[in-house]
T-cell receptor, first 114, second 119 residues
Framework: QQQVKQSPQSLIVQKGGISIINCAYE??????FPWYQQFPGKGPALLIA?????SEKKEGRFTISFNKSAKQFSLHIMDSQPGDSATYFC?????????????FGKGTLLTVNP | GAVVSQHPSRVICKSGTSVKIECRSL??????MFWYRQFPKQSLMLMAT?????????EQGVEKDKFLINHASLTLSTLTVTSAHPEDSSFYIC???????????????FGPGTRLTVT
């Protein structure tokens, strides 16, 4: 049972456009929702994270929107740049539970064309 | 801050031999570290949770006798792949949760990964 469903699997955006990646979760005990960015051959890097007490969090060109009732959250990348081309993973975890394990989505390969 | 290193970055070993991968938190202490395995174009698969001073907790289906994990200090965890076989070839990544985080906070920082090739 996949607890975090991520879509789309791949995404192509033109430079300057908005990239939107969506995730849906099932476990209502999830309390922490990070997004990670991974370049080929590298480890994932924490991009931005949100907790369910807020509906939106913005850091530079990256914004997380969170809809608790729909059990969905999304990553928006404004003014997308070719350097943003990477695989993005959403994740979720239960607060303090199970030794802080993260449950990951399957990832979205983002390509930003120049 | 929050830098995690892994060594080696790449390793090639012969079938039947063992290989050790180190994961270090460079500028913070980490009571809890995690080991993941990632196949090409796939997501991260959690193998085990490593807690300093105690035995690792392995995910279902992960052979604890094959993937030995030691978390002997607050800045170092090691993964030893014993009697490696070609099917163990993969990208192994560790992450670390800073000890200074409040109990309900869960930020994890990942290492750069280790590419293991078993011939």
């Amino acid at each position: 049972q996949q607890q975090v469903k991520q879509s789309p699997q791949s995404l192509i955006v033109q430079k300057g456009g908005i990239s939107i990646i969506n995730c849906a979760y099932e476990n209502t005990a999830f309390d922490y929702f990070p997004w990670y960015q991974q370049f080929p051959g590298k480890g994932p890097a924490l991009l931005i994270a949100i907790r369910p007490d807020v509906s939106e969090k913005k850091e530079g060109r990256f914004t997380i929107s969170f809809n608790k009732s729909a059990k969905q959250f999304s990553l928006h990348i404004m003014d997308s740049q070719p350097g943003d081309s990477a695989t993005y993973f959403c994740a979720a975890s239960v607060p303090g539970g199970s030794n802080y394990k993260l449950t990951f989505g399957k990832g979205t390969l983002l390509t930003v064309n120049p | 801050g929050a830098v995690v290193s892994q060594h080696p970055s790449r390793v090639i070993c012969k079938s039947g031999t063992s290989v050790k991968i180190e994961c270090r938190s460079l500028d913070f202490q980490a009571t809890t570290m995690f080991w993941y395995r990632q196949f090409p174009k796939q997501s991260l698969m959690l193998m085990a949770t490593s807690n300093e001073g105690s035995k690792a907790t392995y995910e279902q289906g992960v052979e604890k006798d094959k993937f030995l994990i030691n978390h002997a200090s607050l800045t170092l965890s090691t993964l030893t792949v014993t009697s490696a076989h070609p099917e163990d070839s993969s990208f192994y990544i560790c992450s670390a949760r800073p000890s200074y985080l409040a109990v309900l906070k869960n930020e994890q920082y990942f290492g750069p990964g280790t590419r293991l090739t078993v011939t």
